[in-house]
């Protein structure tokens, strides 16, 4: 198999030959290509030259031209952001701060939109110069909306239901425009990264983030990324997302026991992730990397709907030698017979 029928088959909840990977991989494509942060944001054609250049050197199964793609896509909808070189962007405003802010919202194009452009544009280019699956990684509508509204006002705000389901829906409306336009220029799954669900109970998750979900399943196979500590989460709301229609896998960090539920939710519903990102992959050995990695797919592998994935992004800081550590864990651990 080559990489789209593999990736496709897991999705598609056939046995590939061996398991996917789902790397991930943000920034650290730039950074290991002599990009600053800033341009990666800013210059479509060097951002997607630097992860064609990774894809060549890792060898994954899939591409993105970000996987943290919240910042450009306020930016479109009149926040304003700050693009440093040495870090991650961060916004200093945000473009929705009243409910009249979104009754009288206006839709950008995001082809066109100042930032949103680069990601569309860099999408294309990926789509246009590679076989392997392209993604489109957006922002969840429960994140997103606080991202359009201050992360402060929005928890002041959340009893006030009339507002917040407003907000939320009017997130969830910006969300299927990016997607859309992503899948335009050539993007064939979706990614829906709920970054800031672990904030609030598996009750709000529910009420504030279930029903928005179903809305955002636009894509042939459709993905959602739960960071962080979501077991209690998982737990009271899984069997919803099992059930959910065209809703293929979840992604989950290392926080979460990700094979209790594989093994629970087992011909519904596909898992990635359990990697830890934030301590191990920068901090470990290239061996280290490749043994924990093996772990996690001879647990995993078994009646196929798993990739091996981080817990999110590869950031920055992961030495190279740990990500070819992954693909050897890949193809020596997870052969299917």
């Known amino acids: 198999m080559n990489s789209r029928e593999r990736v496709f088959a897991v999705l598609d909840g056939k046995i590939p030959d061996r398991v996917p990977v789902l790397a991930q991989v943000g920034d650290h494509a730039g950074i290991i290509d002599g990009l600053t942060f800033d341009v990666m944001y800013k210059d479509a054609q060097r951002a997607a030259d630097a992860h064609l250049k990774a894809l060549n050197r890792y060898k994954y199964d899939s591409v993105a031209i970000q996987v943290e793609p919240s910042w450009p896509v306020v930016e479109a909808c009149g926040g304003v952001i700050f693009y440093p070189s040495d870090k991650y962007p961060w916004i200093t405003k945000n473009p929705i701060l009243t409910e009249e802010d979104i009754k009288k ?25 590679t076989d392997v699956p392209v993604g489109a990684y957006v922002t969840g509508p429960f994140t997103f909306s606080m991202q359009l509204f201050p992360y402060e006002s929005f928890i002041k705000s959340v009893r006030n239901k009339e507002f917040i389901h407003a907000l939320i829906q009017k997130s969830t409306e910006i969300v299927n425009a990016y997607a859309q336009a992503l899948r335009e220029a050539g993007a064939s799954f979706l990614v829906i990264c709920e970054h800031d669900l672990q904030m609030f109970s598996p009750v709000t998750m529910a009420e504030l983030f279930l029903p928005y979900l179903k809305q955002v399943l636009t894509y042939k196979y459709n993905i959602l990324h739960l960071c962080g500590k979501v077991e209690s989460h998982m737990e009271v709301n899984g069997g919803v997302l099992a059930n959910m229609d065209k809703l293929h896998m979840v992604s989950l960090g290392h926080h979460t026991d990700m094979l209790k539920f594989k093994k629970k939710y087992a011909g519904k519903l596909g898992f990635a992730g ?53 693909m050897r864990a890949a193809e020596k651990f997870g052969r299917y017979e």
């Open 105 to 129: 919202f206006e839709m950008p194009d995001f082809a066109k939109a100042p930032g949103s452009k680069v990601m569309v544009e860099g999408t294309r280019i990926l789509a246009e110069s």
């Open 274 to 326: 359990n990697l830890d990102h934030i301590v191990f992959l920068p901090q470990a050995s290239p061996d280290e990397v490749e043994e924990k990695c093996g772990e996690i797919i001879c647990a995993a592998k078994e009646g196929g709907q798993y990739m091996l994935s981080p817990g999110c992004e590869i950031t920055a800081d992961v030495p190279p030698e740990n990500v070819e550590a992954m």
